[in-house]
């Protein structure tokens, strides 16, 4: 689901909703007046596009627009796709900077999935990556493109940090076991991690049971799903908008988390962290959101990457010299 003072990034498929493929970026929550959508379908190779205001759009803004319709309630907005050429132009800066980040930053602390907010002072000095974010190499400000579809671009071994909120559910259940894997082979030995999360069981429960009040955020979700505020349209909600692939409870990922090599995993409290490294953080996001509600629907797990060879992940290859 939607952060609410970062951006989620769907890098699972380009042509659909964080498709994930790009970021989701916030902006005024206020409704505006919005232009009528219309498809079409010309030509007999059945080429596919959009008009709006009698201006016909490539698939890749059709795209875009049909997904920052169910996006605009959150105010967040889906950036432009890269082109091929811009990837791979990113791609080099890539390498430079991560490079120049371990040569020069201690402790060193990876964001996957940062989202626009990565510029906050509580990132500085983190390598932020994502696939919407411009690079940046200045200031204490470090931003690279990583597609998580692929091998992270991260030598073996190189990091004492992994932080994500909001992001791997965005992903099918089998990227996502390679995503952790990835994470725990650029960790170092004894290196921590903190995974948010939405809980899908929160879900299930407050419709199963149906005692507890609609949260007021649901009241903004139902008008733009055109359905009523429940629990059962927030149910469906979760599971079918925002980019979602595969949600999670805590069993589920934790035993996932530690079959891909970690160790010490266990639940902790939202908006709240003994790793002393992602207390900045955690006090911008979700800290400053006024609304609990975006608290109370997620989890998260702390883990580590052990210290006995054995204990850690499969030797992987690193991506830095490819």
């Not at 990034?9 to 659909?16: A, I, K, L, M």
């Not at 596009?49 to 967040?76: E, H, Y």
């Not at 010490?264 to 908006?271: F, L």
Request: hydrophobic fraction near 35%; charged fraction near 25%; proline fraction near 6%.
């Amino acid at each position: 689901m939607p952060k609410k003072k970062e951006t989620i990034r769907t890098q699972e498929r380009h042509s659909g909703p964080r498709s994930q493929a790009t970021g989701h970026q916030r902006v005024s929550p206020s409704r505006k007046s919005r232009k009528s959508l219309s498809f079409e379908v010309q030509g007999s190779s059945g080429e596919f596009g959009l008009r709006a205001g009698g201006r016909r759009l490539s698939w890749r803004t059709t795209a875009k627009s049909i997904i920052n319709r169910s996006l605009r309630p959150f105010g967040v907005e889906l950036h432009a796709l890269p082109s091929a050429t811009q990837v791979d132009d990113f791609k080099r800066l890539t390498r430079r900077t991560v490079k120049e980040y371990l040569a020069l930053c201690d402790p060193k602390i990876l964001q996957i999935a940062s989202g626009p907010s990565y510029a906050a002072q509580c990132y500085r000095n983190w390598l932020n990556s994502d696939v919407g974010n411009p690079q940046c190499c200045e200031g204490g400000l470090y931003s690279i493109y990583m597609d998580l579809n692929h091998y992270f671009p991260l030598p073996t071994g190189s990091f004492d940090y992994i932080f994500s909120q909001q992001g791997i559910e965005h992903f099918t259940y089998n990227r996502g076991v390679q995503i952790l894997r990835e994470c725990c082979r650029v960790l170092k030995p004894g290196g921590r991690v903190r995974i948010e999360t939405p809980n899908i069981a929160y879900f299930i429960d407050n419709y199963r049971t149906n005692d507890k009040p609609v949260a007021e955020a649901v009241h903004e979700f139902a008008r733009e799903f055109d359905a009523p505020p429940t629990h059962l349209t927030m149910l469906n909600a979760i599971v079918r908008h925002w980019g979602h692939s595969y949600l999670y409870d805590v069993e589920t990922l934790a035993n996932l988390c530690r079959e891909c090599g970690f160790a010490d995993v266990r639940e902790v409290e939202m908006g709240r962290t003994d790793i002393v490294a992602f207390q900045a953080a955690i006090a911008f996001n979700p800290g400053s959101c006024p609304d609990p509600w975006f608290i109370e629907c997620s989890f998260a797990l702390e883990m580590e990457r052990p210290v006995s060879r054995d204990g850690g992940p499969r030797a992987g290859t690193d991506m830095l010299t490819r």
